[in-house]
């Protein structure tokens, strides 16, 4: 679980997440965090959050918003709020470290995304832009978190339904990775 005051760093990308409000301390109204981006660092995708509200105030650097087909570039003490359903995407458009606080309201299980995002990044299974190395991670990741975030152009129903082959095969791979390691502890204790 995610607490106030902790912060996770995506060695892939260099995004630093430090959290000020979890869904846990806020009955799931709000995440707010604060976002550190290293130059030229961006999110990985477009994409579109179907219920949440995502409040971008620039605290330090310079960031470039794309909402829709329209850019906007912003600068300490500028706000940018990104309504459900549009398309977004955001990079740091400076030459420093940008900082931004960030608010998404409802909650739901953003942290949680965060969290399993950089899990990936630390076993070495995303690509420096932050993109999952295998499609079958890629296809659980969305899958597992299509109600806070999609591919632009699809709907949720239609993302699940083109994912469905892959998540398959993912949850597949998980389970005889499980139970081959429940095989591998239970013979080498028996031996010992």
């Known amino acids: 679980m995610i607490t106030p005051g902790q912060t996770l760093e995506n060695p892939a ?15 799931g109204e709000l995440l707010s965090f604060e976002l550190g981006l290293r130059p030229g ?7 579109v ?3 949440q509200t995502e409040r971008f105030e620039v605290v330090e650097g310079r960031m470039r918003f794309r909402l829709g087909l329209r850019t906007v570039v912003a600068e300490p003490g500028e706000v940018v709020e990104v ?11 400076g030459d420093r470290e940008a900082r931004v606080r960030v608010e998404v309201r409802p909650a739901l299980r953003m ?4 969290a399993d995002v950089v899990a990936l990044a630390e076993a070495g299974r995303m690509t420096r832009r932050g993109m999952p190395r295998n499609l ?12 806070e975030a999609h591919a632009p152009f699809l709907n949720v129903g239609l993302q699940r339904l083109l994912l469905a082959p892959l998540v398959f095969l993912a949850r597949r791979r998980r ?8 095989a591998a502890h239970q013979s080498a204790t028996s031996v010992a």
């Open 83 to 93: 309504a459900p359903g549009v398309m977004h995407g955001f990079a740091n458009a």
């Open 111 to 114: 942290e949680e995304m965060f």
């Open 41 to 47: 660092g961006a999110v990985p995708i477009p994409h």
């Open 13 to 27: 990308t260099g995004e630093r997440f430090t959290f000020i409000d979890t869904a846990a301390t806020t009955g």
């Open 136 to 147: 079958l991670d890629l296809a659980l990741l969305a899958r597992t978190y299509d109600e």
């Open 175 to 182: 389970e005889r990775t499980a139970t081959g390691s429940n």
């Open 49 to 51: 959050h179907p219920v």
